[in-house]
T-cell receptor, first 111, second 114 residues
């Protein structure tokens, strides 16, 4: 079992819709959770972090964390074609800067 | 503010050779981590350096090594290259080891082993 699991997609949504990206993790003691966006041929860039159960909103992005279910999600409202990228979920198990990354979900936003 | 700088951007090497990759973190960042990214395995943790000391290590063979200098710049070395080492190697810097700030990644070094 991988430490972090994501559906590889592709997830296709029409422009203006809500895109929902999901991630599960195996280590119950994990403390911090991150979402990165990676455009094709580019390096990952940090979108959001979340540490407590519940929702955290930042502009069009909302991260959701449920530690009991070991589940993290990212919602993108009013999706734009520029949001088309691979979204990586990363989990820090509490061991300093050692992160486990999911394999990423490819999102396609169709105009 | 300068970002994370990785050099070179592209490398082509032959099996059996060795290679050294360089990473300069964001000014003030003392933690440098290295990751290997391949289509099949995704992002895999290689090692992390903090104040010139290797603090964490992933599950890679001893052919993969690294070091960090007093100015926080880091190098990664791969000896006796294999075809399977072809990948994007990403360097990531962060503040003093805090796990809650996330990374800033460099642009990566694309290594091709032929």
């Amino acid at each position: 079992q991988k430490e972090v699991e994501q559906n590889s997609g592709p997830l296709s949504v029409p422009e203006g819709a809500i895109a929902s990206l999901n991630c599960t993790y195996s280590d119950r003691v994990s403390q911090s959770f991150f979402w990165y966006r990676q455009y094709s041929g580019k390096s990952p860039e940090l979108i959001m972090s979340i540490y407590s159960n519940g929702d955290k909103e930042d502009g069009r992005f909302t991260a959701q964390l449920n530690k009991a279910s070991q589940y993290v999600s990212l919602l993108i409202r009013d999706s734009q074609p520029s949001d088309s990228a691979t979204y990586l979920c990363a989990v820090n198990p509490g061991n300093f800067n050692k992160f486990y990354f999911g394999s990423g979900t490819k999102l396609n936003v169709k105009p | 503010k300068a970002g994370v700088t990785q050099t070179p951007r592209y490398l082509i090497k032959t099996r059996g050779q060795q290679v050294t990759l360089s990473c300069s973190p964001i000014s003030g960042h003392r933690s440098v981590s290295w990751y290997q990214q391949t289509p099949g395995q995704g992002l895999q943790f290689l090692f992390e350096y903090f104040s010139e000391t290797q603090r964490n290590k992933g599950n890679f063979p001893g052919r993969f090594s690294g070091r960090q200098f007093s100015n926080s710049r880091s190098e990664m070395n791969v000896s006796t290259l294999e075809l399977g080492d072809s990948a994007l190697y990403l360097c990531a810097s962060s503040l003093d080891g805090a796990p809650d700030t996330g990374y800033t990644f460099g642009s990566g070094t694309r290594l091709t082993v032929v």
